[in-house]
């Protein structure tokens, strides 16, 4: 595979390389166009990293960095989904499965049945440990005025 071809090509400046000292996996890198620089300019609390873009205006903006700024050409969405309902990718610890939708994944077999089934034992056997000294109302008790609260 892919394995076989050595291909050796020197990281380019500026880069950082992490590696394990046994050398035991693979190591990783990050290349980036300039290092980070911390600004002291930025206004409070902006973050440091933060880089500074002067719009049309000549007025100053700070512009957040990109997370992913090597991956943000490899990873071109062609087409953005719309906000109402946004696709949230991630893991599933429950079902050791990576996701495209969170909410498509919550919605299967497999996690509904994780969901209703006794795995969260753990969770209730702590919970059973606490004392619960909330007032529990009951639906449609008439003795029981609930205070408002002012913020
Ligand atoms: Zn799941």
Request: proline share 7%.
């Amino acid at each position: 595979g892919s394995a076989d071809q050595k291909v050796k090509s020197k990281l380019k400046n500026p880069f950082l390389k992490v590696e394990d000292r046994r050398c035991r996996y693979r190591p990783f890198y990050l290349q980036l166009s300039s290092f980070p620089v911390v600004n002291y300019s930025n206004p409070r609390p902006c973050s440091p990293f933060d880089v500074e873009k002067k719009n049309a205006h000549g007025q100053k903006h700070i512009h957040n960095k990109q997370r992913n700024p090597t991956n943000s050409d490899r990873e071109k969405r062609p087409n953005q989904v719309p906000p109402k309902h946004k696709r949230r990718k991630g893991y599933c610890e429950c079902c050791m499965k990576k996701y495209e939708d969170l909410h498509a994944h919550i919605e299967s077999e497999q996690h509904q049945k994780f969901a209703k089934s006794s795995q969260y034992q753990v969770v209730d056997d702590i919970i059973s440990k606490f004392s619960c000294d909330f007032l529990e109302l009951r639906e449609n008790t008439p003795n029981v005025k609930r205070r408002k609260c002012n913020v």
